[in-house]
């Protein structure tokens, strides 16, 4: 009876250190695919940079022959920044606060940056990628993004 017992024993052992095993690795990989998306991103914003600073350039030196940028599928975004681009990738679990202390309405003040000491209002709140939505903050058109710190 006691071979049974410690045999069963090994056993579950053994099952738990392999699940163990398991979540450790699906962890490394969230957080692999997470510093991608964030190393994509930051890639394409810089490819948005250099592009226009290529154009500005370019408009510069021909001057008034500078050919106009804002016709055809540019008509009306020329010079705007991918949405998909400025979002924030969504941060893997365990870097995820447990609770956040924004809600949609709230009044906030701009602590960091060019639009330091401002006062706004919260619009959106995105939990997975830890980012609050401000109002009316470094935008033409869209929900500009900011990064948020929980106390």
Excluded: C
């Excluded at 991918?82 to 009044?107: C, H, S, T």
């Amino acid at each position: 009876m006691q071979k049974v017992l410690r045999r069963s024993l090994l056993a579950r052992n053994q099952s738990l250190r392999k699940t163990r095993r398991l979540d450790k690795k699906e962890l490394k990989k969230e957080e692999k695919e997470f510093h991608r998306d964030r190393i994509m991103r930051e890639k394409a914003l810089r490819g948005y940079v250099k592009a226009e600073r290529t154009a500005r350039r370019e408009d510069w030196f021909l001057g008034p022959l500078a050919p106009q940028r804002d016709v055809g599928d540019q008509k009306g975004i020329y010079g705007t920044m991918n949405p998909m681009a400025i979002r924030q990738p969504k941060l893997p679990e365990r870097q995820r606060e447990k609770y956040i202390n924004f809600a949609v309405g709230d009044r906030v003040v701009v602590v960091r940056g060019r639009s330091k000491g401002r006062i706004t209002d919260v619009k959106t709140v995105d939990a997975e990628a830890m980012t609050v939505g401000l109002e009316g903050m470094n935008t033409v058109g869209g929900t500009p993004q900011a990064n948020f710190v929980v106390p």
